[in-house]
T-cell receptor
Framework: TQLLEQSPQFLSIQEGENLTVYCNSSSVFSSLQWYRQEPGEGPVLLVTVVTGGEVKKLKRLTFQFGDARKDSSLHITAAQPGDTGLYLCAGARANAGKSTFGDGTTLTVKP | DAGVIQSPRHEVTEMGQEVTLRCKPISGHNSLFWYRQTMMRGLELLIYFNNNVPIDDSGMPEDRFSAKMPNASFSTLKIQPSEPRDSAVYFC?????????????FGNGTRLTVT
């Protein structure tokens, strides 16, 4: 059974601060995705990473896939209240038809 | 471009009643997923379909749960009889290809409350 552990579970910071959240596993994944979910809505895909060591940037968000493809991190620079939400990572093995979601990190950015 | 459409948005029912949740995936997507989200268990995959065929229903908690996909544009998740512990937000998602690396497009969910 794949298990994705996300940390921290909850994070509350002030606007303008930087933060990093983590997604770790003992399993190797062929791809890993990050989603953000806002209250009352479904998760929305932010990025997919597929290559070990890969780094992708999306404005103030930087995503990294570990060299061994077992872990990933999401770094947000100068957080804004609009970044508030539940951040979920989801990993998949090669040729799998489904992915496994972590329990998420709930981020609150206070103005 | 319409996204995944779920109905109803909210459902409140009494224990023992039948509940039917509905989903219309994005046109052209050939994979459809049903998830359940709770504070305690997070986002759990219940069942998924490829080309209208159920592929993996190992996440369906009990025989009280059933799902159908009669055509490419419609799916239902039924709970009969419902129990209070079924209270959760149920999400439907679709993707273009039958691969886990394909992006999932989620609906806005159905919030089910069983009293």
């Amino acid at each position: 059974t794949q298990l994705l552990e996300q940390s921290p579970q909850f994070l509350s910071i002030q606007e303008g601060e930087n933060l990093t959240v983590y997604c770790n596993s003992s399993s190797v994944f062929s791809s890993l995705q990050w989603y953000r979910q806002e209250p009352g809505e479904g998760p929305v895909l932010l990025v997919t990473v597929v290559t070990g060591g890969e780094v992708k940037k999306l404005k103030r968000l930087t995503f990294q896939f570990g060299d061994a493809r077992k872990d990933s991190s999401l770094h947000i620079t100068a957080a804004q209240p609009g970044d508030t939400g539940l951040y979920l990572c989801a990993g998949a093995r090669a040729n799998a038809g489904k992915s496994t979601f972590g329990d998420g990190t709930t981020l609150t950015v206070k103005p | 471009d319409a996204g995944v459409i779920q109905s109803p948005r909210h459902e409140v029912t009494e224990m023992g009643q039948e509940v039917t949740l509905r989903c219309k995936p994005i046109s052209g997507h050939n994979s459809l997923f049903w998830y359940r989200q709770t504070m305690m268990r997070g986002l759990e995959l219940l069942i998924y379909f490829n080309n209208n065929v159920p592929i993996d229903d190992s996440g369906m908690p009990e025989d009280r749960f059933s799902a159908k996909m009669p055509n490419a544009s419609f799916s239902t998740l039924k709970i009969q009889p419902s129990e209070p512990r079924d209270s959760a937000v149920y999400f439907c998602a679709s993707s273009l290809q039958g691969l886990a690396s394909s992006p999932l497009h989620f609906g806005n969910g159905t919030r089910l409350t069983v009293t």
